[in-house]
Protein backbone atom coordinates (compact mmCIF):
# COMPACT_ATOMS: atom_id res chain seq x y z
CA UNK A 1 0.00 0.00 0.00
CA UNK A 2 2.68 2.15 0.62
CA UNK A 3 4.47 1.87 -2.77
CA UNK A 4 1.29 2.40 -4.44
CA UNK A 5 1.12 5.82 -2.15
CA UNK A 6 4.97 6.69 -3.22
CA UNK A 7 3.88 6.03 -6.79
CA UNK A 8 0.90 8.35 -6.83
CA UNK A 9 2.97 10.91 -5.34
CA UNK A 10 5.83 10.68 -8.16
CA UNK A 11 3.44 10.95 -10.72
CA UNK A 12 1.73 14.06 -9.12
CA UNK A 13 4.86 16.29 -7.97
CA UNK A 14 7.37 14.41 -10.41
CA UNK A 15 10.16 12.00 -8.62
CA UNK A 16 12.62 15.07 -7.79
CA UNK A 17 12.98 18.52 -6.94
CA UNK A 18 13.54 21.03 -9.84
CA UNK A 19 15.39 23.82 -8.13
CA UNK A 20 18.95 24.11 -7.41
CA UNK A 21 19.56 26.04 -4.60
CA UNK A 22 19.20 24.66 -1.08
CA UNK A 23 17.27 26.70 0.10
CA UNK A 24 14.95 26.76 -2.61
CA UNK A 25 15.06 22.94 -2.68
CA UNK A 26 13.74 22.58 0.95
CA UNK A 27 10.72 25.37 0.15
CA UNK A 28 9.98 22.58 -2.96
CA UNK A 29 10.11 19.83 -0.23
CA UNK A 30 8.07 21.70 2.03
CA UNK A 31 5.36 22.66 -0.47
CA UNK A 32 4.82 18.87 -1.81
CA UNK A 33 4.53 17.85 1.86
CA UNK A 34 1.96 20.61 2.46
CA UNK A 35 0.11 19.65 -0.28
CA UNK A 36 0.18 15.79 -0.03
CA UNK A 37 -0.92 16.71 3.84
CA UNK A 38 -3.95 18.54 2.06
CA UNK A 39 -4.91 16.06 -0.24
CA UNK A 40 -4.51 12.66 2.90
CA UNK A 41 -6.89 15.26 4.81
CA UNK A 42 -9.61 15.51 2.34
CA UNK A 43 -9.51 11.33 1.64
CA UNK A 44 -9.53 11.01 5.60
CA UNK A 45 -13.62 10.04 6.81
CA UNK A 46 -14.79 12.20 9.85
CA UNK A 47 -15.39 10.01 12.78
CA UNK A 48 -18.48 10.67 15.28
CA UNK A 49 -17.95 9.48 18.85
CA UNK A 50 -21.59 7.71 19.16
CA UNK A 51 -22.74 7.30 23.00
Known amino acids: MTETAMYR ?9 TLRD ?4 VGEAMA ?4 INKM ?9 RIA
Open 9 to 17: VKQLFGGHL
Open 22 to 25: YDAQ
Open 32 to 35: IIRA
Open 40 to 48: MRAGMPESV
